[in-house]
């Protein structure tokens, strides 16, 4: 495709096929455009001379008619007031017609000479507006001859771009042609391979679903998992402790025959059989030496009382969430202690007053 035409005069772009500027009609050639410049500028030039010479002339014809016209009006008046004098004053109109003609030779000398100095300065004016028009005509040519060759450089760099770019191509198509031909080679291959890739996929969501289905279980479950502490805080001496608001009893032995300190807790919920655990510090506490009703939690501690102030007991469980027949406090009534309102038993010692409770028989104690 020709490149545009850049105008030397306002540089617009203009078509190839354009011969003159669209925007400001100057010709696109550089000679074209030269020859403009120069007739522009020696048509100014004319034209302010000729207009300097008429206006020269015309100011000397205005000038001498004038001095007629004085000369004949003096003459006529001095015939008219004085018949007899005509010699004498003939001589005088004679004499003011020499001084007349003097002064129009005078003054077309004078003109002459401005006329002469005007001329010198109009040829200085041509010189410089014609250095004028050589220095822009020298630019021009050096802008179009710089414009020129940077246009050229970029051509050729264009063509060298799209010919590297060719080769590129040509190199991508053709190795892309030798892989499709090495494929189509294992085409039976790989057409047993995506039959055991889709059976793979069908397991891996198949176990995916399965593991999924665990894991919501084992979360549920396990994020249920409940720990719970008490700090115990023992009255003075041998008696008992119930605390209300720490939900806790502590029931020192009262008997010989008694060996272990009985410990009842209330906890949240109801623990899951099997998951109940208790521990201090790092011991954990043996199976057989508690056990649960519901959500209270009885435990017999094998160590003296002031053993349990040491450190906080844990006690940790998952939930049964099924069971909402809770124990919601421990309270004491005539040495005997309730759970809610019902009566436990004197556990580690004969209790024959026991009736058994709504959770315990008699023989439970």
């Known amino acids: 495709m020709p490149s545009p035409k850049q105008c030397f005069q306002c540089g617009n772009d203009n078509p190839a096929d354009h011969a003159f500027c669209g925007n400001c009609g100057s010709p696109l050639t550089l000679n074209d455009y030269i020859s403009r410049k120069v007739k522009d500028q020696l048509s100014d030039s004319i034209q302010n001379r000729d ?126 042609r030798k892989e499709l031909q090495a494929a189509s080679k294992f085409e039976p291959e790989m057409d047993n391979l995506r039959k055991q890739l889709a059976q793979a996929n069908s397991d891996i969501q198949a176990q995916q679903k399965a593991l999924s289905s665990s894991e919501a279980f084992v979360k549920s479950v ?67 030496s508690f056990f649960n009703v519901h959500n209270l939690v009885i435990f017999f501690w094998g160590d003296a009382p002031s053993g349990l102030e040491q450190q906080p007991l844990s006690v940790s469980y998952f939930p049964d969430k099924s069971d909402t027949d809770i124990i919601h406090s421990l309270s004491e009534h005539d040495g005997r202690v309730f759970a809610d309102d019902q009566p436990l038993p004197k556990f580690g010692e004969t209790d024959p007053d026991f009736k058994g409770n709504k959770w315990m028989n008699a023989q439970g104690g």
Do not use: C
């Open 222 to 288: 396990f994020g249920s998992h409940v720990i719970q502490y008490f700090s115990f805080k023992l009255n003075a001496g041998t008696a008992r402790t119930i605390d209300l608001k720490n939900r806790y009893a502590v029931i020192p032995p009262t008997t010989p025959q008694a060996k272990n300190t009985v410990v009842l807790m209330l906890v949240d919920a109801t623990p899951i059989e099997g998951t109940l655990q208790l521990q201090q510090r790092v011991a954990v506490q043996p199976p057989n």
């Open 51 to 176: 207009v300097l010479e008429m206006d020269s002339s015309i100011k000397v014809f205005k000038q001498a008619w004038d001095w007629i016209k004085l000369i004949i009006g003096v003459a006529v008046g001095l015939l008219v007031l004085t018949g007899a004098g005509v010699i004498w004053k003939a001589s005088d109109f004679w004499s003011g017609v020499e001084v007349a003609k003097q002064s129009v030779v005078n003054t077309s000398k004078n003109s002459s000479d401005e006329i002469a100095r005007s001329t010198s300065r109009f040829q200085q004016e041509i010189s410089k507006q014609l250095d004028v028009g050589k220095a822009a005509i020298k630019t021009a040519s050096s802008e179009a001859a710089r414009q020129s060759q940077a246009f050229k450089t970029t051509t050729l760099q264009t063509q060298a771009e799209n010919a590297r770019q060719a080769t590129s191509l040509r190199h991508d198509i053709e190795s892309s």
